[in-house]
């Protein structure tokens, strides 16, 4: 098979063209980076993880009515999704104080916050993704009202959905990143839910003990990183068929 036009290189990903024009192949790599890739390492198996983690619950969402980028899995490292019109925006929903609020407010990590959270932060690594409020992102045009207004209902949707499925596999959804585009369809435009979700990118606590089983691992240097990732998988029932074994193996099999 033709190699594939590869269109971007992110820290953790790589978006190739797609088959059909308006598609794109999203390629899970096992790079991981923290602090704005000021550490970096390899999680071996995160890609094929979070590409399977990602697939699942963007299934799921897609079920109870959240429009999605994701179309299907193609192979163990690779997805077919929508091309969008990323926003640039990393909009972080918080359960739980830990993290970088934990840090900045001096609230205990742990803390159950009274209510849920939205940050926002301007995706731009030149400056670190510096967090912006509404105001910035109307005023420099990142978003409209009415574009933030969807944003808003997808994500607190998003977070019900997702507390709750997590909560049934014995696991708290302390916090979470997620990233929105634009998809265009006759004229229309529709905001839907893009990137990935996944320990990547969201803080998951065993519900009973705390223990982390997400990135924070690998930042925080707490060891037995990849058996993170594999435990989350696990509890969703979606651990790749041959086990974790399966997870070095040919990096694009079709
Ligand atoms: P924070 O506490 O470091 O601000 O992170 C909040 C959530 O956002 C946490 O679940 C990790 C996620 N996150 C990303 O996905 N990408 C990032 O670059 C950062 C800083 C956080
Ligand atoms: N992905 C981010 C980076 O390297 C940070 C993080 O997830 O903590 O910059």
Excluded at 157 to 168: E, H, K, M, P, Y
Excluded at 185 to 192: G, K, P, Q, S
Aim: charged share 30%; glycine share 8%.
């Amino acid at each position: 098979m033709a190699r594939r036009r590869q269109l971007y290189e992110g820290k953790a990903k790589i978006l190739f063209e797609g088959p059909e024009p308006g598609t794109l192949v999203q390629y899970f790599k096992d790079d991981a980076t923290a602090f704005n890739a000021k550490k970096k390492g390899t999680i071996t198996g995160k890609g094929v993880l979070n590409n399977r983690i990602s697939e699942y619950l963007m299934t799921r969402l897609t079920e109870i009515g959240v429009p999605t980028h994701f179309i299907r899995r193609l192979n163990m490292r690779e997805q077919l999704i929508r091309e969008v019109e990323i926003i640039p925006l990393e909009v972080v929903v918080r359960n739980v104080a830990a993290g970088s609020l934990a840090t900045r407010l001096g609230i205990p990590e742990g803390q159950r916050l009274p209510r849920s959270i939205i940050e926002y932060y301007y995706k731009n690594d030149q400056l670190g993704d510096p967090m912006v409020a509404e105001e910035h992102i109307t005023c420099f045009g990142w978003a409209a009202t009415q574009d933030l207004d969807d944003i808003v209902a997808l994500t607190l949707r998003v977070n019900d959905f997702l507390t709750g499925l997590f909560l049934g596999v014995g696991i708290t959804l302390v916090d979470f990143k997620l990233e929105f585009g634009r998809l265009w369809e006759n004229e229309e435009m529709r905001i839907v839910l893009a990137d990935e979700i996944s320990p990547d990118n969201c803080r998951l606590w065993d519900a009973k003990t705390g223990e982390k089983m997400d990135k924070d691992r690998f930042r925080r240097d707490l060891g037995k990183v990849e058996e993170g990732y594999q435990e989350v998988a696990r509890r969703l029932g979606i651990l790749p068929e041959a086990g974790p074994r399966d997870m070095s193996g040919p990096e694009s099999m079709q």
